[in-house]
């Protein structure tokens, strides 16, 4: 137990470890604070007039569709429009119509509004028995929501991998790993206090980030806690091969960076594709990630089978990455 709080402690000494671990964490933080922010004014239109220019009935009409702004001078108006932070539509008066004029740094969206314009004034009286439905603003970004706090829940749990790796690369490079060679300790123990390393640093950073992405009930909870459980022992698992086979800490990182782009991208290109294949799909659950992700889509969907056959799947590969540990180490 002493050569393991020796290692934690080492551990958590490492910048590169320290941030591993938060960085899960603040982005969690960080979409959640973003998914309380209403960006749907960014979206509106604005329009900039003189006053005592237009009619009241104009004026009226332009405030259906967006913010107005009265300018009292020409050059207060012009600089309005001009202003490069800003999408505001000039409107003038033009006979019975309207004219517009923009900038011209516009959005595609805003050039189309302010050509547009004109002749819906025109038409305006045109419309007078027309049923009117207004819908409501679609959220782009509602579809995958929960995507992206999933990946960042893997992220948190596959993390471990990190943890290890840099662990063993550390003791590597101090010449620490020559006097484990020669200490009194079984391999099976020996195996056992590295996978302790990424296995406890991806638990607790993956329970800090699913307490800010997600609110379930105690049963999607306990569901969620065995997910959590098995990644990070897997991930523990791959965090010793990268330590093992890594010369150096470039070569490492090399390979952190590598493995943790493998493991987000193929369950986001599954979830995104929707691959029906049947050898293909299969072939995507040889990545973790993969049966991680789907399970907890699976409790966030109410989908139980699902989840406890990503457990199984789970349950395998940590088996499996063991016993080929225990045999090529």
């Not at 011209?104 to 002749?119: I, M, S």
């Not at 009117?132 to 782009?140: E, K």
């Not at 599954?270 to 040889?286: E, N, P, R």
């Not at 990503?310 to 590969?317: E, F, K, N, T």
Request: glycine share 10%.
């Amino acid at each position: 137990m002493r050569g393991l709080c020796f290692q934690l402690k080492s551990t958590w000494r490492d910048k590169f470890c320290l941030m591993t671990f938060f960085l899960p964490v603040v982005a969690a933080l960080a979409l959640r604070l973003a998914g309380n922010i209403d960006l749907s004014s960014l979206g509106e239109l604005h329009f900039g007039i003189l006053e005592e220019e237009l009619p009241q009935e104009a004026v009226l009409w332009l405030e259906q569709y967006g913010s107005v702004t009265a300018c009292e001078t020409k050059e207060e108006w012009a600089s309005l429009i001009n202003e490069p932070s800003t999408s505001v539509i000039g409107v003038r008066a033009a006979g019975q119509g309207i004219r517009t004029a923009i900038s011209g740094d516009e959005l595609e969206v805003f050039k189309e509004a302010a050509n547009t314009l004109p002749a819906l004034y025109a038409g305006r009286s045109g419309g007078g028995d027309t049923e009117v439905h207004i819908a409501d603003r679609p959220d782009v970004l509602a579809e995958f929501g929960d995507m992206f706090f999933v990946m960042i829940l893997i992220t948190a749990m596959f993390m471990g991998c990190t943890f290890n790796a840099m662990n063993m690369i550390t003791e590597k490079e101090e010449g620490v790993a020559f006097v484990n060679d020669i200490l009194p300790m079984s391999r099976g123990w020996y195996v056992a206090q590295k996978t302790a390393v990424g296995f406890l640093g991806g638990c607790l950073s993956a329970l800090f980030t699913a307490c800010i992405c997600f609110s379930l009930s105690w049963r999607d909870t306990g569901f969620l806690l065995l997910l959590i459980v098995l990644s990070a022992f897997v991930s523990a698992l791959v965090g010793l091969f990268v330590g093992k086979f890594s010369d150096g800490l470039l070569t490492g990182v090399t390979c952190i960076k590598v493995v943790m782009l493998v493991f987000i991208a193929v369950p986001v290109l599954c979830y995104l594709v929707h691959i029906d294949h049947v050898f293909l799909s299969a072939a995507c659950y040889l990545v973790p990630t993969q049966a991680a992700f789907e399970g907890i889509m699976g409790i966030l969907q109410g989908d139980g089978g699902t989840v406890l056959k990503d457990m199984v799947i789970l349950g395998l590969h940590g088996g499996g990455w063991l016993a080929l540990y225990l045999k090529t180490g």
